[in-house]
């Protein structure tokens, strides 16, 4: 799955000279936390985020009068406090990388470019939403977690297994295990009773280590 896939095409922005408490009134109308800072020809110069916003915005027991206070924000504006190194992606770079790249550089939203132009923006609320579609958390049926070898075929034997008692698998997910040995494997079946579910799994050895029944699990 690749980010235009699931990015969102038409982003929120703002100039450059777009005031601060201008930039946090759109971020909330519009229920985002960061936005693109486009210059005057349309290009991507930067981004901000609610945090640098309100890391600037005057404290509510400041001293200053409102007077004060309307002059100070209509002269601070977007392009004086947003970062101007932005980390981007293109369309086309898988889900994965861009997840790596977030969670490595610590940020919550990549700006999607093509040929120097914003053409989208893929955020963590789009990956947690396709978290948990691959899980299947919305589907009802029997979620199954495992530890299992690090062995080939172990896999193809579960799958196998679960085809053979007429399961339906909804989703699989492999994660890390314990250690390098083996891993946690969340399976997620219907059409199959649960306990005859993990009476199959047992007779492969496979340790179980969560079973239920659900439609959207918690």
Do not use: W
Request: with cysteine; glycine share 6%.
């Amino acid at each position: 799955m690749l980010v235009h896939e699931r990015m969102s095409t038409r982003p929120i922005t703002v100039k450059e000279d777009t005031p601060i408490d201008h930039a946090l009134k759109l971020m909330r109308d519009e229920k985002v936390r960061r936005l693109p800072v486009l210059n005057k020809k349309g290009e991507m110069v930067g981004i901000v985020s609610e945090k640098d916003l309100l890391y600037v915005s005057p404290s509510p027991a400041t001293s200053l009068s409102m007077h004060e206070l309307h002059y100070l924000l209509s002269r601070l504006t977007v392009g004086k406090v947003m970062t101007k190194d932005v980390i981007i992606v293109s369309e086309y770079t898988s889900l994965e990388e861009a997840a790596r790249i977030m969670a490595d550089n610590k940020i919550g939203g990549l700006p999607v470019v093509r040929d120097g132009k914003l053409v989208g923006i893929i955020t963590e609320s789009d990956l947690f939403k396709i978290f948990v579609e691959i899980l299947g958390a919305r589907d009802m049926g029997v979620r199954l977690s495992m530890l299992v070898p690090d062995q080939p075929g172990v896999l193809a034997d579960i799958t196998r297994t679960i085809a053979d008692i007429g399961g339906n698998i909804i989703s699989l997910g492999t994660f890390l295990g314990e250690d390098p040995t083996n891993s946690l494997v969340t399976v997620k079946v219907a059409d199959v009773p649960e306990d005859r579910l993990v009476t199959e799994m047992k007779v492969l050895a496979l340790e179980i280590t969560d079973a239920r029944t659900c439609a959207s699990c918690r």
